[in-house]
């Protein structure tokens, strides 16, 4: 999901001040770490894309918010 958005969710759901403080390339080995990515989608991903593509299928952000007192 896009940065924008998922800020907005944090914000909709009552947290405050929501600031993005880190931004950091997520590769394909990443996403193999989590089961949301199959061995199949691993594979097929290893086959379609490039090896430089496969360093960075997505940006991992680090997210900082508050809750209202």
Known sequence: MAERV???KI?????????I???????LDD??????FTPDV???????LSTDQQSQV??????TAGKPA
């Open 6 to 8: 998922f800020v907005d």
């Open 11 to 19: 914000l909709n759901v009552g947290f405050t001040g929501a600031e």
């Open 21 to 27: 403080l880190q931004r950091r390339p997520f590769g």
């Open 31 to 36: 996403a193999a770490q989590y089961p949301l």
């Open 42 to 48: 691993i594979n097929l991903m290893r086959n379609l």
């Open 58 to 63: 997505a940006m991992a952000v680090t997210v």
